[in-house]
């Protein structure tokens, strides 16, 4: 699968015609990662660590620090420790498995309004 990006969307398009996408910002020197999706369908592939290893590395080639916003994108460094260099200032050192709790109750709450 080959992975594309717009300025706003990393994603993945399935041969069944389907996307897995992130949505992103950069500004200010942050690669800010808003939102990530997969259709159920092809959840548990790992098409979200896929586009998010994407997204780091492209943060990582242009200088930017990494603001992770959504569940994934926390979870995603709380999987992989040796990325966490990346994370924006006030993200090192903070319990990210507090932070992806948090972050799991507000899109549930969003998600249901």
Known sequence: MEIRRTSRIIYVKMPDGDKAWLRYSIENGRMKLIETYTPPQHRGKGLARMLTDYAVKLAEEKGLVVEP???????YFIKNPEKRKLLAPEYQ???LKKLFEQRLVEEKAKNKG
């Open 69 to 75: 916003i959504c569940s994934y994108s926390v979870y």
């Open 93 to 95: 050192g903070i319990d």
